[in-house]
Antibody, heavy 121, light 109 residues
Framework: EVQLVQSGVEVKKPGESLKISCQASGYTFSTYWIGWVRQMPGKGLEWMGIVYPGDSQTRYNPSFQGQVTLSADKSISTAYLQWDTLKASDSAMYYC??????????????WGQGTLVTVSS | EGVVTQSPGTLSLSPGERATLSCRASQSVGDNFLNWYQQKRGQAPRLLIYGAYKRATGVPDRFSGSGSGTDFTLTISRLEPEDFAVYYCQQFGRSSLFTFGPGTKVEIK
């Protein structure tokens, strides 16, 4: 089955670090970009960045540049989203999604189930 | 490039009615790189329409997309109970990459 499975709920304190994961199965992981999308409570979708597992290229939304780090390990078909220093404002649901891109199309066609991150003292 | 608006914010309709959702980009969306997603409460988003009018795999034909340039529309011809959800449009741009609109909530009247 083609799917993205994300790591579980996280509860952290401000200042702590965190790395959440997104494991792909059922397709060739290294040939599709993986995107990350934030959804704050009761709010809309915000694109954070993308990573290409084949060569670990990344591109970030300027709003998130320097705030998070994207990476991928193609040997285990897993992408990661990482924070070095969490803030309360990082509390949100985070989704990974597979990017399907071509000459005249570009969209996210496969989504993970989401990872809920709560940052509170 | 990079600013997307949607209207209305909320659409209150009854099952069986037609829903028309609008999406406007601040600059022309090249090659119709405009997509629509559906998000039901407590679920991940799901791709509905890509390239402005192409239905994703498994999407019922009551969903249709249209438009070009800066103005796009998602139409649900006859609302089914499972269609009440939030709908996001999203544009792809060469420099700004992915920008989502704020969403339109389709609720039961």
């Amino acid at each position: 089955e083609v799917q993205l499975v994300q790591s579980g709920v996280e509860v952290k304190k401000p200042g702590e670090s965190l790395k959440i994961s997104c494991q792909a199965s059922g397709y060739t992981f290294s040939t599709y970009w993986i995107g990350w999308v934030r959804q704050m409570p009761g709010k809309g979708l915000e694109w954070m960045g993308i990573v290409y597992p084949g060569d670990s290229q990344t591109r970030y939304n300027p709003s998130f540049q320097g705030q998070v780090t994207l990476s991928a390990d193609k040997s285990i078909s897993t992408a990661y989203l990482q924070w070095d220093t969490l803030k309360a404002s990082d509390s949100a649901m985070y989704y990974c999604a597979r990017r399907n891109t071509g000459s005249s199309w570009d969209y996210f066609d496969l989504w993970g189930q989401g990872t809920l991150v709560t940052v509170s003292s | 490039e990079g600013v997307v608006t949607q209207s209305p914010g909320t659409l209150s309709l009854s099952p069986g009615e037609r829903a028309t959702l609008s999406c406007r980009a601040s600059q022309s969306v090249g090659d119709n790189f405009l997509n629509w997603y559906q998000q039901k409460r407590g679920q991940a988003p799901r791709l509905l329409i890509y390239g402005a009018y192409k239905r994703a795999t498994g999407v019922p034909d009551r969903f249709s997309g249209s438009g070009s340039g800066t103005d796009f529309t998602l139409t649900i011809s006859r609302l089914e109970p499972e269609d009440f959800a939030v709908y996001y449009c999203q544009q792809f741009g060469r420099s700004s990459l992915f920008t989502f609109g704020p969403g339109t909530k389709v609720e039961i009247k």
